[in-house]
């Protein structure tokens, strides 16, 4: 038997950050992953930016979650010896005028005044249609999010605080320090298993609504290399290549990459202008995303020491840093967790299954 201060059940975008969290702290750890790459984290295109475009608001807290976030991954960076984070403008074409007038009537207010602006040269592209201008994002950027999980996964194999298995559930015994797992003692559980999580016979009462996503890469000289946003985003890989995503989908929640996700791609790319390219990949994942669109985090209703740290649906890139944060600084220092990602708000659905015979 061996002893870690904790054991982190996945190394996803949400196991992969509170790994690092401890790191920081100089605490202990063990992840369990099967290493498969059908997750949401190696399907995301790894995006941030602080709009959100429907309602045109600021996204919920991006004020706080990204520069944390930013400094969170600068910091690993520099302990790997390594660079997955890229910050970028990102330039919006508007789709209507009500959209234009909404966009010029907020630039001045305080809240949106260091995140939006007005642009009016950088998409002289011929090939790009933007009949009712466009406007620029500032604190937008590109996590490489396969890079970070792979160095991450070098790093903490190295450590040996890496185990490939799948979970067995069966194996996690209650202690009277904390758990024990096979060989290993901990004094604490995190669950960060993705969507994986409705088959967790701890957490399985936490109400879920995945939403499936694709994005395809696609080859083509002549577009712009900027970060692009209208119906869907455009991401330059480099001169020639984009990265072009996402969909949403709730009725298919398999892995297999849609015919219909390509199509629904690709008209949403002609509507930003009239290229001539080339698919050269598809991704799928399935992101865990819950009804009300907030992260799951703090410790099980009933079995002390045993948390969750999930929910981050199509925002992992910012949440995981500042979630992870928040659960460390709850079990180390006592603070409370935002009550919005709380996983206490959902307590009484759990005690009132517990009662159901
Ligand atoms: C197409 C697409 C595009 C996206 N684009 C963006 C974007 O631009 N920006 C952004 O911020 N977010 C984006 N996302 C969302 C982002 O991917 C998720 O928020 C994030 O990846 C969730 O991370 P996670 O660690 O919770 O889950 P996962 O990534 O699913 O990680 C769970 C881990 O647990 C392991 N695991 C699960 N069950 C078991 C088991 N039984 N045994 C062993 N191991 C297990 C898995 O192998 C995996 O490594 C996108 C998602 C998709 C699908």
């Known amino acids: 038997m061996f002893k870690v201060d904790f054991i982190i059940f996945?190394?996803?975008?949400?196991?992969?950050?509170?790994?690092?969290?401890?790191?920081?702290?100089?605490?202990s750890y063990v992840i369990i992953d099967n290493c498969s790459t059908e997750t949401s984290s190696f399907a995301a295109a790894g995006i941030y930016h602080?709009?959100?475009?429907?309602?045109?608001?600021?996204?919920?807290?991006?004020?706080?979650?990204?520069?944390?976030?930013?400094?969170?991954?600068?910091?690993?960076?520099?302990?790997?010896?390594?660079?997955?984070?890229?910050?970028?403008?990102?330039?919006?074409?508007?789709?209507?005028?009500?959209e234009q007038n909404n966009w010029y009537s907020k630039i001045d207010e305080p809240n949106f005044k260091n995140y939006i602006s007005e642009s009016n040269k950088e998409l002289n592209n011929n090939s790009i249609n933007f009949p009712y201008g466009y406007g620029k994002v500032s604190s937008a950027g590109r996590l490489n999010v396969s890079k970070y999980l792979l160095e991450s996964r070098a790093h903490f194999i190295e450590k040996k605080s890496l185990r490939k298995e799948n979970f067995e559930f069966s194996s996690i015994k209650k202690t009277n320090s904390g758990f024990s797992y096979?060989?290993?003692?901990?004094?604490?559980?995190?669950?960060?298993?993705?969507?994986?999580?409705?088959?967790?016979?701890?957490?399985?009462?936490?109400?879920?609504?995945?939403?499936?996503?694709?994005t395809i890469v696609i080859?083509?000289?002549?577009?712009?290399?900027?970060?692009?946003?209208?119906?869907?985003?455009?991401?330059?890989?480099s001169k020639t290549n984009f990265l072009v995503g996402a969909t949403y989908k709730h009725n298919d929640l398999s892995y297999r990459?849609?015919?219909?996700?390509?199509?629904?791609?690709?008209?949403?790319?002609?509507?930003?202008?009239?290229?001539?390219?080339?698919?050269?990949?598809?991704?799928?994942?399935?992101?865990?995303?819950?009804?009300?669109?907030?992260?799951?985090?703090?410790?099980?209703?009933?079995?002390?020491?045993m948390h969750i740290l999930n929910g981050l649906g199509s925002k992992g890139v910012m949440f995981a840093p500042y979630f992870s944060n928040q659960l460390l600084a709850q079990i180390y220092e006592g603070k409370e967790i935002d009550s919005d990602v709380y996983v206490g708000r959902y307590s009484k659905k759990y005690f009132q299954e517990l009662k159901q015979p």
């Open 10 to 27: 996945g190394q996803g975008l949400a196991g992969t950050s509170l790994a690092h969290s401890l790191d920081f702290k100089n605490k």
């Open 50 to 98: 602080p709009i959100s475009f429907k309602r045109l608001l600021l996204a919920w807290k991006s004020n706080l979650l990204i520069p944390f976030a930013e400094d969170f991954y600068k910091k690993i960076e520099l302990n790997l010896n390594t660079k997955f984070l890229k910050k970028h403008s990102l330039f919006r074409i508007f789709s209507s005028i009500e």
């Open 182 to 214: 096979k060989n290993i003692n901990c004094a604490h559980l995190v669950f960060c298993e993705g969507q994986n999580y409705v088959k967790n016979p701890f957490f399985n009462y936490l109400p879920s609504k995945p939403s499936k996503g694709e």
């Open 219 to 237: 080859e083509c000289d002549q577009f712009p290399e900027l970060l692009i946003n209208k119906g869907c985003f455009v991401y330059p890989l």
């Open 257 to 305: 990459k849609s015919k219909e996700a390509r199509e629904e791609l690709i008209s949403k790319l002609m509507n930003i202008g009239d290229f001539k390219f080339k698919i050269i990949q598809q991704k799928a994942g399935v992101r865990p995303t819950t009804y009300d669109r907030r992260p799951i985090v703090g410790n099980h209703p009933k079995i002390n020491n």
